[in-house]
């Protein structure tokens, strides 16, 4: 009966989607672009699994997974009742084995395994040699893998998971004392993504205090004009000293171009550097709950030839937003005349968990937005795809620091 149920479920959210458009939702931080030389390779499918710790080495390359359940991301360690609150769910270790031969044409890329999230304490080994240790369960777990894949052979990513209670990480509190619950497992999605020598970086992987990646920031803006501010962290993993042209090229939705910049860059090997730029825009088409217009920003690393390195495409909402004193709130330049209603979101639905696909992570913001919200407030970082649908929608997102009830001064807590 459970089985038919979810079958049901997943139709009629198909249905749903398809029939009000397809959602975009980003991957691993950015949307591709083609003839880049940066690819994004799904890891979703196929991981043996199972619930609880296993005596003796789990995470080597030549251990027997083959009694293990074969499961995709994302993934709840079990399906719960409708209502899973009052610490119904599992807490504890769960173990996860990948097993993957590279393709050939990945040969000299630069590659990384990106978690959207593992809840809890995680271990992350790749071919039996521990890559990452992390501490939380709401960012991003981020591994190069450049140096330790095997080509024509088999591969082994295994993941120890572990959501038992433990201040060290966030939330900190035990889970019985908090009016949520943080399930486990690789709940969200795993990517390889691969991309030349020299190439824009993550935000969070890269050790960089507000930096790292590609910023985008907006000043003085108003209906007649706004300044879109850009910074983008570009490393140099080649075996030379590399001089790089950097574009940023902003696109209306049909594609015309707006506005494009370019500065040049020398970026030392073994290095990384920032190519910072503006643009004025005229008369823009600025984002509000009830405008969301993004426009499409394009970002372009080229060599001294001219050859294209990297690159890849953000969707963008510029916009202002400023509360005063007496006179309330201001959106681009302006009192705010509309309601601004708004509501709490937590990540876990019925039956599954956390481990909620992307069509549901947009189908909740949908829902949220067609009630008349504009404002929801996720208690922590929430997953890309619901920011996704915020910035689609119409949706301000307060995305808080996930400790906000606890604090432990300890270094590793983050």
Request: glycine share 8%.
């Amino acid at each position: 009966m459970k089985k038919n149920i979810l079958v049901l479920l997943f139709w009629v959210l198909t249905f749903n989607l398809s029939a009000s458009g397809s959602p975009e939702f980003s991957t691993a931080g950015f949307y591709e672009l083609p003839n880049t030389g940066r690819e994004v390779y799904s890891m979703n499918l196929a991981w043996r699994f199972i619930k609880g710790d296993v005596s003796g080495t789990p995470y080597a390359a030549d251990f027997d997974d083959s009694g293990w359940e074969v499961v995709s991301l994302p993934h709840g360690l079990e399906y719960l009742p409708v209502e899973a609150s009052g610490c119904a769910n599992y807490q504890g270790v769960a173990w996860y084995r990948k097993r993957f031969t590279p393709d050939d044409r990945l040969k000299g890329k630069q590659l990384f395994v990106h978690f959207e999230a593992i809840m809890g304490k995680s271990e992350v080994y790749v071919n039996g040699q521990l890559l990452k240790t992390h501490y939380g369960g709401y960012l991003p777990v981020i591994l190069d893998v450049t140096n330790l894949l095997k080509w024509d052979e088999e591969n082994v990513i295994a993941v120890k998971a572990d959501n038992s209670d433990d201040p060290s990480y966030p939330v900190g509190k035990p889970q019985n004392l908090l009016d949520f619950t943080y399930f486990g497992g690789i709940y969200r999605d795993c990517w390889l993504v691969a991309h030349n020598d020299v190439f824009i970086t993550n935000s969070n992987y890269e050790d960089e205090v507000a930096g790292g990646g590609l910023f985008v920031s907006y000043a003085d803006v108003s209906e007649k004009s706004a300044l879109v501010n850009l910074k983008a962290h570009i490393r140099n993993h080649s075996a030379s000293d590399k001089k790089v042209t950097v574009t940023f090229e902003l696109k209306k939705k049909s594609g015309e171009i707006v506005r494009r910049v370019s500065t040049g860059l020398a970026v030392k090997r073994g290095d990384a550097s920032y190519a910072v730029g503006s643009m004025k825009i005229n008369t823009p088409s600025l984002w509000s709950p009830d405008h969301p217009y993004l426009y499409d920003l394009e970002v372009m690393v080229r060599g001294a030839n001219g050859q294209v390195l990297d690159g890849y495409r953000q969707r963008v909402g510029i916009r202002s937003i400023e509360f005063k004193q007496t006179e309330g709130l201001w959106i681009n330049g302006k009192p705010y005349e509309g309601k601004l209603m708004g509501t709490n979101r937590h990540q876990d639905f019925a039956v599954l968990g956390n481990a909620l696909p992307n069509s549901m992570q947009w189908r909740d913001a949908k829902k949220l937005r067609d009630a008349g919200m504009k404002v929801i407030r996720t208690h922590y970082v929430i997953d890309p795809a619901f920011m996704d649908a915020c910035d689609e929608l119409g949706l301000f997102a307060l995305v808080e620091v996930p400790g906000w009830q606890f604090w432990n001064k300890e270094p590793v807590f983050s």
